[in-house]
Structures are given as C-alpha cells and as structure tokens.
C-alpha cells in the first residue's frame, strides 16, 4: 500500500508541475486522500479487535467509493471475470438453463434448447436437491449458479425432484453461448421479425444472418425488437445501423473530459438493404446501444419507432485493465445521435453525496431536427413515433406470478400433457382455464387492490374530519365492490391470465423460440407495426418523406 501511495504522489506532483492551480489543488486533495485511506487501513491491521479481510475490505471500499458516480462505473474483482466475459461475449462455461430461487429450493426455470441442461433431460420445474452429492437447501441462488458454471468438459451430477421423484442427472458442461437473436421469423404480409437480446461481439453478425435467411423466404418488410435490449458493445450498433444506412454515414459521436474520447464513428461499409420499409420496436428496458441503433434510424428517417419511451442512457463505457487480474469499466463519455441529441434522462454528476440522481429539468431540454425535419429531444430517451398503450397488469395477475402459482401449474400441466399444439396458436381452451382456476383458489397468497387502499385513505381523512359516519353505508357498499375475490378476479381477468399462463406452458414444450411464437398473439407493439408496414404510404407519411 505504502509503494502504491509513493508512486501515486510521485504522479500527482509531477502533473501538479505541469497543469494550472486547480490540478494542484485537486492533486493535494487526492494526496490527502490516499494517505488518510492508508493510515486508517493501519490502525485496522495493528489494533482492530478481530483480524480484519483486507481483500474484501478493499472490494467494499473500491464499491462504495464507484457508486457516488454512476451505475455503470464498475470494479470486475479477478474472481468476477467470468461475469465479465459474459457480459461482452455472452459466452461462459456451464449447463445452458436458467434458474429461479422458491422457498429453500432452487429450480431449473427454462433449460436453452439444445443446450447440456435439455440435451441430458432437465425440465423446467426440476427442484435441485444436490450438486454433486453438496446439498443445495438453503443455498442463495447465486451460489447454486456458481456450482452450476464450470470448465466446458467437465460433468456435474445434478440430483433434482420431479413431479415428487427423485432423479439424478449427469450434464457435461460446454461453452455456452447466449444468442444475441434468439429468435427470428416471418409473420404475415411478407413481414419478417428480428428478436435482438443484447449487443455482444456477435450481433451485427448475427443480425445479418437472420436477415439474410428472411429475404430467402420472401421477406418485403421487417420489424426490429429492441425491447428490454439493454445495449452493449456500440460498434456493434454502429455496424447493425450500416445495414440499413449508406456507407461514412454518421451514426453516433462521443465527447468526453479526455479530448482523445470525442469520436465520431460511422458506417463502415456497404449496406445490405437500403429500401426495406423497416420499423424498431423499444420500450423502458431498450438502452445504450439499443438506444443509439433506434435513436440513428429515426433521426435518419430510416424506421418508424414504435413502442414506449427507452430507457435514457447515453453514457459510454471503457474497460481498462488493472493489476492481479482485475478490470475496471468506466463511464468515458456521452453519446449523440446524428441529430445531435443525446438521450441521457438522469444527471449523475451534479448531485450531492449520496442523493439519487434526477431527470434533468424539462427547461433543459433541447429539440433538434431528423433528416425530414421531424422534431425530436433529447433528455428523455427515445420517444417512439407511434406510441401503443400497454396494459397494465392486475394485482391478481402479479400475485400469481410472484407466489409462483403459474410457474407451478405449467409444470403440472407439462407432466399431465406429453404434447400441445403449435406454439402461434396455443392458448388454454375454457376447461384448461376453468382446471387452472380450480388450482389457484385453493393456493394461499393474499393481495389488494389500488381502489381498496384508495378508499382505506378516503376514510382515515373522512373520519379525521368528522365525515365519516354520514357516508359510511355508502362506503361499505363501494368498499365490497373493490375488496379482492379471487373468484371474481379470476374471470375478471381472465385473459391476460390465460395469456400469460399460456406462455409459460408453452416454454416447457417449445422453450424461447415457442415463447416469442405465442408472444405474437396478443402483442400490441408487434400488432401496431404489422399494420404500419402493409401500408407504405402510411410509414412514409409518419417518416415525413
């Protein structure tokens, strides 16, 4: 620590030579600053009453000292690499499924298809008992992944509960590689559909694979996903964006503090199709490079945006390696789209130690101009052209989810069915909604609704201001209208229940790629945008062509 302290004051002395009064001043600072973190770091080693863990001590103080800054400034510790990797491959070494934590238990939630969890016969539902003769009760789900994960070759023995059998289950682990499109497809009217989950190495690449097959069965128009797409590498949007853009078209600039990090990257190469009439889908979990790919083609006039507001984030990150095997990710810079916006909704560094970040002020935004002459903002994210009205779930519907009553009944319902229909046009017929009612009025979860606790603060304020009495038949009377029945709310709303169900039954038989099939039914962004490209005089008038 003392060698790191000399040479860092070392550092800062010879900068604070060269650069004005203010870096020295801010250089005394972080002189001061690491001689206090070493002298408290000596009193703990020579006089704590227990032996301190320096290790995890520096990880928790590196962390704390991350987070007055912003979520996405991060310290990859050697013992996160693997995170790491995934996170800017979508590689690592394990089983292929994912998990969910109910009760003491972990359970497989939904092997990948194809993956060492399905090939070897692990189903959703499974309740892992052991890893490898360890017990698995009680363990955080976290720790059962890192079990789970491992070098491609080796072999796990997995013990898990059935439909109330005991079964072990030996899977050799492999590389597994999460596909940035997990699904692709046509839907009607020559229509084909791109499901992009992330922006790994791989992206464009497997964009352009997907597009290529598509136009081999016909395809005249397509709809982009970008929904819950989190970003990722950005080059890889900038190379999505070519696709559909001519060559050295601007996509996206950076500026930073560092003169070195103002950058402007555009296209680098021919693109595939510059007529297909196109439209991208967003929605509040679309972000960064998902951002800058949707942000680039509406301010180009290229797709119609269709959806709900994304996320906001146009920051920019950089990963530099540090020593003993670690790494850190540091914001670097923001980014703009070729209209000169840039779409970051939160002001990470004007707030004060400790305070949560704030939307910027609605004063502060700025309009600018698409390709067309259309108005768009900055400071708010994307905000689609065609805005579709999502509904909200009831709270009976939520409950159902959270306590894991439709999770349990899909895999019931999968051990008593060894097959159903296709995957588009699977839906719970009446019966099968009636069984499933049965089945849910006899698990025990409770709930509200917002109308209840409405009229509960109603009448705390009637009976503060001596109302109460004179309305109170009237307010037991609305009251048992709105109190919660899971009867009633289980026809009520039936619909979206069933749609829900229905998807989780169809994973356990059709896995991601019948999920997104049935999804299609009642998908009103998917529906929206059908509509938008069987007419192309309607998606040129909202482009403004």
């Known amino acids: 620590m003392k060698q790191f302290l000399h040479v860092f004051v070392l550092l800062t002395l010879v900068i604070g030579f060269s650069s004005p009064s203010k870096a020295q001043s801010n250089g005394f600072e972080e002189i001061k600053s690491m001689e206090l973190m070493d002298l408290i770091f000596q009193q703990l080693e020579m006089n704590y009453v227990d032996e301190i863990k320096p290790g995890e001590m520096s990880k928790t103080a590196i962390d704390a000292m991350l987070r007055q800054l912003d979520p996405y400034t991060v310290y990859y510790h050697e013992s996160n690499m693997e995170d790491y990797r995934m996170m800017t491959t979508g590689q690592y070494g394990g089983i292929g499924a994912l998990i969910r934590k109910m009760g003491d238990y972990t359970y497989i939630a939904e092997p990948y298809e194809g993956k060492p969890a399905q090939l070897a016969g692990a189903s959703a539902g499974d309740k892992i008992l052991s890893i490898d003769g360890k017990d698995m009760k009680g363990k955080a789900s976290d720790d059962v992944s890192d079990a789970l994960r491992g070098p491609k070759g080796s072999t796990i023995q997995l013990k898990v509960e059935r439909d109330g059998q005991e079964k072990t289950i030996s899977i050799t682990r492999d590389e597994i590689k999460l596909a940035d499109v997990p699904y692709f497809g046509m839907l009607s009217n020559g229509t084909g559909y791109i499901k992009l989950n992330s922006f790994t190495q791989t992206a464009s690449a497997e964009v352009t694979s997907a597009f290529g097959k598509l136009k081999q069965q016909g395809m005249t128009s397509l709809i982009l996903d970008l929904r819950g797409n989190g970003g990722g590498l950005l080059f890889e949007a900038v190379k999505i964006v070519n696709l559909f853009v001519k060559k050295g078209q601007t996509v996206v600039t950076t500026k930073g503090r560092i003169p070195d990090e103002n950058r402007t990257y555009a296209t680098p190469a021919e693109p595939i199709d510059l007529n297909i009439p196109l439209v991208v889908l967003v929605d509040g979990g679309s972000a960064s490079a998902s951002e800058i790919v949707a942000g680039s083609l509406q301010d180009l006039d290229r797709a119609v945006i269709i959806g709900t507001n994304s996320f906001g984030k146009g920051l920019v990150q950089r990963t530099f390696d540090l020593k003993y095997g670690s790494k850190i990710k540091l914001t670097i810079s923001k980014y703009y789209t070729p209209s000169g916006r840039c779409v970051q909704r939160l002001e990470y560094y004007d707030k004060e130690l400790g305070e949560k970040p704030k939307a910027i002020a609605d004063s502060l935004l700025k309009s600018f101009k698409t390709v067309n002459g259309r108005k768009v903002i900055d400071g708010r994210g994307i905000e689609p052209d065609i805005e579709v009205d999502q509904n909200d779930y009831s709270r009976l ?80 009377q609305l009251l048992s209208k709105v109190t919660p029945s899971k009867e009633r709310d289980l026809d009520k709303f039936k619909d979206e229940i069933n749609d829900v169900l229905s998807s989780e039954i169809v994973s356990r038989y059709y896995y991601q790629n019948g999920r997104a099939e049935q999804a299609f039914q009642a998908d009103k962004d998917v529906v929206k945008a059908l509509e938008i490209l069987s007419d192309i005089k309607q998606w040129n008038t909202i482009l403004g062509k």
């Open 397 to 476: 519907l939520i409950m159902l989810v959270s306590n894991n009553v439709i999770f349990n009944y899909a895999t019931d319902f999968k051990h008593s069915h060894p097959t159903i229909g296709p995957a588009k046009t699977f839906k719970l017929t009446p019966e099968e909604y009636d069984a499933f009612k049965a089945y849910a009025l006899k698990q025990t979860f409770t709930y509200s609704t917002a109308s209840e606790e409405q009229l509960e603060k109603m009448k705390k304020t009637a009976e503060e201001e001596g109302y109460f009495e004179d309305i109170k038949a009237d307010y037991d």
